[in-house]
């Protein structure tokens, strides 16, 4: 009885998939762009699945976590893996020297990699 257990439980991992993880930043980089004003570009990789299961967006964080920007992404990149996205014009105030990128994703939320990033200039 037990090996039977054992081996219905072995099989349901077998034929369950391979869910895609959290969405990671895994570069950035950050141009001035005019007075007080940044371009951010992106680079997530995350493994989407589809249309329910896909990194949604990303976000540039003030050092205190107050949002400075958004950069949404409307549609999963299955076969573009990692993949890189920018937003422009996103205001900083003057005192700040760092930012937090971080990514979403519609399943996990925001837990994979984040990255902390020295704004140039500052």
Do not use: K, N
């Not at 996103?90 to 994703?105: F, L, Q």
């Amino acid at each position: 009885m037990r090996y039977l257990i054992f081996a219905c439980l072995l099989g349901l991992l077998l034929v369950t998939p391979a869910a895609a993880g959290p969405a990671d930043v895994v570069s950035v980089s950050v141009a001035v762009s005019g007075p007080g004003q940044y371009r951010f570009s992106v680079t997530v990789r995350h493994a989407d699945e589809g249309w329910d299961h896909y990194a949604d967006r990303w976000e540039v964080l003030h050092p205190d976590g107050t949002l400075l920007g958004t950069r949404t992404l409307y549609h999963p990149h299955v076969d573009e893996q990692p993949f890189t996205r920018d937003l422009s014009g996103v205001s900083i105030p003057d005192d700040i020297t760092t930012v937090v990128v971080r990514a979403h994703d519609a399943v996990h939320g925001f837990s994979g990699v984040t990255q902390t990033v020295t704004l140039p200039g500052r």
